[in-house]
């Protein structure tokens, strides 16, 4: 099992446990608890707080229009705005996509790379690749795709903003969700409190391992309809995996937390899946 370099005892025993429920693998539990945190979007927030999306990319608009009809800076200088100006419009761009990844309007939205080619033995290989970007409508069912090529960041020329150029081939650049993330990912509560934790991070970790925990669970009368067994929904043992791991990997947020705490956030997490099941009937 794949464990991370320097780790000390305490971080041992938990690979150890989850190696013993099937879990092999850590990269999958840390690619849920820290790369699935939507970046672009979070320094979004960090770098402009409540001002939207689409102020922020007006914004740039115009000062792009400055940047191309300007004679007065010099040009080491001009250089070294534009390529500022090149990595914010990226930053946006990549909080837009985040901040739409799974739909917009009626259309479902799917992300994924353009291989460049084939190794020796026929696997994809992917070296700077495009990304294409495929939408498809509810109700009926029209697909669509684009492109976005790869390119260098930080380049000191006034280029295409090849992202909202693909969205205007699908048709949705209009219909895109372009307010401020902030209420999607953080709060004026503490940091464990965040959304980006409670509603993201904290559900996909739970339903990760939960798989993996085979306690019984106590028979209810509000949430079974016969007399057979189920799995416990919060055995102690994955409450306690769960907040080790937290703890492990953002330990400044999650040191303070309690059994207690963890449990209430995934009950509410339950709760939401249950209305949205019964609001599907």
């Given at each position: 099992?794949?464990?991370?370099?320097?780790?000390?005892?305490?971080?041992?025993?938990?690979?150890?446990?989850?190696?013993?429920?099937?879990?092999?693998?850590?990269?999958?539990?840390?690619?849920?608890?820290?790369?699935?945190?939507?970046?672009?979007?979070?320094?979004?927030?960090?770098?402009?707080?409540?001002?939207?999306?689409?102020?922020?990319?007006?914004?740039?608009?115009?000062?792009?229009?400055?940047?191309?009809?300007?004679?007065?800076?010099?040009?080491?200088?001009?250089?070294?705005?534009?390529?500022?100006?090149?990595?914010?419009?990226?930053?946006?761009?990549?909080?837009?996509?985040?901040?739409?990844?799974?739909?917009?309007?009626?259309?479902?939205?799917?992300?994924?790379?353009?291989?460049?080619?084939?190794?020796?033995?026929?696997?994809?290989?992917?070296?700077?690749?495009?990304?294409?970007?495929?939408?498809?409508?509810?109700?009926?069912?029209?697909?669509?795709?684009?492109?976005?090529?790869?390119?260098?960041?930080?380049?000191?020329?006034?280029?295409?903003?090849?992202?909202?150029?693909?969205?205007?081939?699908?048709?949705?650049?209009?219909?895109?969700?372009?307010?401020?993330?902030?209420?999607?990912?953080?709060?004026?509560?503490?940091?464990?409190?965040?959304?980006?934790?409670?509603?993201?991070?904290?559900?996909?970790?739970?339903?990760?391992?939960?798989?993996?925990?085979?306690?019984?669970?106590?028979?209810?009368?509000?949430?079974?309809?016969?007399?057979?067994?189920?799995?416990?929904?919060?055995?102690?043992?994955?409450?306690?995996?769960?907040?080790?791991?937290?703890?492990?990997?953002?330990?400044?947020?999650?040191?303070?937390?309690?059994l207690n705490q963890l449990k209430a956030n995934i009950q509410r997490h339950l709760g939401r899946n249950s209305k949205s099941i019964k609001s599907a009937l």
């Open positions: 099992m794949s464990k991370i370099p320097g780790s000390r005892q305490r971080q041992t025993d938990i690979f150890e446990r989850l190696e013993a429920r099937g879990i092999r693998d850590y990269g999958s539990v840390k690619t849920i608890v820290s790369l699935q945190i939507p970046q672009a979007a979070y320094l979004f927030v960090r770098q402009f707080g409540s001002r939207t999306l689409e102020e922020v990319h007006g914004q740039i608009g115009r000062w792009k229009d400055f940047l191309r009809n300007d004679f007065i800076l010099q040009d080491s200088q001009r250089a070294k705005i534009i390529r500022e100006i090149n990595q914010t419009e990226f930053l946006v761009c990549a909080a837009l996509m985040q901040s739409n990844s799974k739909r917009v309007g009626n259309w479902e939205l799917q992300y994924g790379w353009i291989p460049t080619g084939k190794d020796e033995f026929g696997n994809s290989i992917y070296n700077r690749p495009a990304l294409r970007i495929t939408a498809r409508h509810r109700e009926t069912l029209e697909i669509r795709h684009a492109s976005v090529p790869d390119e260098l960041l930080g380049g000191s020329g006034l280029g295409v903003n090849h992202i909202q150029k693909a969205f205007e081939a699908l048709g949705l650049w209009h219909q895109l969700r372009k307010g401020s993330p902030r209420r999607y990912l953080v709060s004026s509560r503490k940091a464990q409190g965040w959304p980006m934790y409670t509603r993201v991070i904290i559900p996909r970790l739970y339903e990760f391992l939960a798989p993996h925990y085979s306690n019984r669970g106590h028979h209810s009368e509000k949430r079974d309809t016969a007399e057979v067994p189920r799995k416990a929904l919060f055995p102690k043992e994955l409450l306690l995996d769960m907040l080790e791991i937290l703890q492990m990997e953002h330990p400044h947020f999650f040191g303070r937390t309690t």
